[in-house]
Structures are given as structure tokens and as C-alpha cells.
């Protein structure tokens, strides 16, 4: 069984950096990995994911500002987050899954990490 651990979140003003880390355990290399968020009174909503390729996908919203990567031989997973906006405030959450697209159904995920961007 996969589990996840993720780190990084924090506070930050508006316009900051910050940089999560999605620790696994388990075989996730062949897995696609992607990162999720939920505001307050909003629905979960996918922010990226990496397939075991290395092919991206990114939320409209992200697109130029957020940068996913893994590095397999750690089993870890990032979320470089720049330019952030107020409205990137959230949970954050790591996912694992065996194809990408099957997150919610088959998906195996993390507790999260808060990140709060101030103006």
C-alpha cells in the first residue's frame, strides 16, 4: 500500500515562492503523481500531475507559475508554486494513482499541507 506524506506549505505574501514535497512509500514509480487543492467552501480541484513518463498536465490557473517534477529514485514528488496569488489559497494535497486520470477512484492520497498566500 502507497502512502504519502506532504510538506512545505506555509504562509506567504503574495507574489512569494513556495515549494511542496510529496514524500512516498511504496512502488510509485510507474504511478502518475499529481498534486490537488481545496479551498474553503469549494470543490477539490487538480492543480497538476506527472505522468511515470515525465508528461505534465497543469490547471488553467497554474500554467506559467507552478512547476511539478519527481525524482523516482527518492519516490518523491514536487510542487514549485511562484508568483502566488491570494487565490492560491488552500489544502494541498499529493495523489498516486496507477493511471492519471483515476485519482478520485483508485487514487491513494496524502493528509495535506495548508498554504495561505497573503496580499
Known amino acids: 500500500q502507497v502512502q504519502l506524506a506532504e510538506s512545505g506549505g506555509g504562509s506567504v505574501q503574495s507574489g512569494g515562492s513556495l515549494r511542496l514535497t510529496c514524500a512516498t512509500s511504496?512502488?510509485?514509480?510507474?504511478?502518475?503523481m499529481g498534486w490537488f487543492r481545496q479551498a474553503p467552501g469549494k470543490e477539490r480541484e487538480e492543480v497538476a500531475h506527472?505522468?511515470?513518463?515525465?508528461?505534465?498536465t497543469y490547471a488553467d490557473s497554474v500554467k506559467g507559475r507552478f512547476t511539478i517534477s519527481r525524482d523516482n529514485a527518492k519516490t518523491t514528488t514536487y510542487l514549485q508554486m511562484t508568483s502566488l496569488e491570494v487565490e492560491d489559497t488552500a489544502m494541498y494535497y499529493c495523489?498516486?494513482?496507477?493511471?492519471?486520470?483515476?485519482?478520485?477512484?483508485?487514487?491513494?492520497w496524502g493528509q495535506g499541507t495548508q498554504v495561505t498566500v497573503s496580499s
Open positions: 506527472i505522468d511515470s513518463d515525465g508528461s505534465t
Open positions: 495523489a498516486a494513482a496507477a493511471l492519471c486520470g483515476y485519482f478520485d477512484r483508485f487514487g491513494e
Open positions: 511504496g512502488y510509485t514509480q510507474t504511478y502518475c
